[in-house]
């Protein structure tokens, strides 16, 4: 098949969307697919919209794939007959992250006319294909495909698990980009607040929303967090391996996760995750099993979770290695990339 994908920026972004548009490329290209990725340069919301003035749909393609990321660039291209199948691969919605009510119901309106444009849907999630269908109703064509979450193989074993909980000061992990949505702000009022003295990495890009991430930096300096909460910024393979081995469980409090694939990377670490009902985490995080679901923005409940944890080594032992199955339980990457194409070669 000759294949396009649409996306902003580039392919090579550390994220967790990227990683799965990025892994199912080097799939479907291994299997004789020929892949053309099309890259609009990132820009604000407005600027994207006046993209349908200028972008035409490429020629000479069986399919095309787009990252629903990309739909306020789309949806005057998409209009009309096609000359092929148009895919969306959706992560999540923007008008499903928290923001005011006046801005998500110009999103939902854009992304609802987006959505209604494209011949099928390539789902990350049950939850993600649940918003969109009572969005637009179900009779399209679509496949619920969990994003690749084994790139690095069986990471950690019981022994070791069992040796790290050893340790005396909890150590806590946040992985995510430092912006807003995904919560870092929750989790330093909860440590800032802690009886027992505990390790914090953040491992982020600190340039997506530049000034989330100066009010983090501030709010750290300012409560004298510095000497146990420390920013890295952006880091892959080896380093980050090496924060995943060194911390004891894993905290992003974030307002909406269309999967939340570093809840089951953290998990193949023997990390117990702890996220939000908000989106779907809940996919991924069995409450009281292998992490902990907490309402959104709820500092007192998190706070309770990490004292317990960090006091009773034994149940932190548990959910480690029930962390740990649940990984190792999650469907491989490369059976899930064959649903995606198959069902593009029912298009096709």
């Not at 399919?63 to 992560?91: A, F, M, T, W």
């Not at 005011?100 to 959505?115: D, H």
């Not at 399209?140 to 069992?162: L, M």
Request: glycine share 8%; charged share 20%; hydrophobic share 40%.
């Amino acid at each position: 098949m000759k294949i396009g994908l649409v996306i902003y920026g580039s392919l090579d972004t550390l994220s967790g969307g990227y990683m799965y548009d990025r892994r199912l490329v080097e799939y479907l290209r291994a299997r004789g697919d020929e892949v053309e990725i099309i890259s609009l340069p990132w820009r604000n919301y407005a600027a994207h919209l006046s993209d349908n003035l200028s972008f035409k749909l490429p020629q000479n393609l069986d399919i095309l794939i787009q990252d629903e990321l990309n739909h306020p660039s789309l949806i005057g291209v998409n209009r009309g007959k096609h000359p092929y199948p148009i895919i969306s691969l959706v992560h999540h919605l923007r008008c499903s992250e928290l923001r005011p009510k006046w801005q998500n119901t110009l999103y939902r309106i854009i992304e609802k006319k987006y959505l209604q444009s494209v011949d099928g849907f390539i789902f990350n999630s049950q939850t993600t294909k649940h918003v969109v269908n009572s969005l637009i109703g179900s009779s399209k064509p679509d496949v619920v495909a969990y994003p690749p979450t084994d790139r690095f193989g069986d990471a950690i074993s019981e022994s070791e698990i069992e040796e790290r909980g050893k340790k005396k000061e909890l150590h806590i992990l946040f992985l995510g980009n430092v912006m807003g949505r995904k919560g870092l702000h929750t989790l330093l009022e909860v440590v800032k607040g802690l009886k027992s003295k505990v390790i914090v990495d953040v491992v982020g890009s600190l340039t997506s929303e530049p000034e989330y991430a100066k009010q983090m930096q501030e709010y750290i300096a300012q409560n004298d967090l510095s000497s146990f909460v420390f920013l890295h910024g952006s880091l892959n393979n080896e380093p980050l391996i090496e924060k995943f081995k060194q911390a004891h469980l894993l905290v992003v409090p974030s307002s909406y996760e269309g999967f939340g694939i570093v809840y089951l990377e953290g998990m193949g670490f023997g990390l117990p995750a702890i996220g939000t009902t908000a989106g779907a985490a809940g996919e991924v995080i069995r409450d009281g099993v292998d992490g902990f679901l907490i309402q959104l923005g709820d500092s007192h409940s998190l706070a309770t979770k990490l004292q317990m944890i960090n006091e009773r080594r034994d149940v932190l032992l548990q959910m480690s290695l029930a962390a740990r199955s649940r990984y190792l339980a999650q469907p491989k990457w490369n059976q899930t990339a064959n649903q995606i194409r198959e069902f593009l070669r029912s298009f096709a």
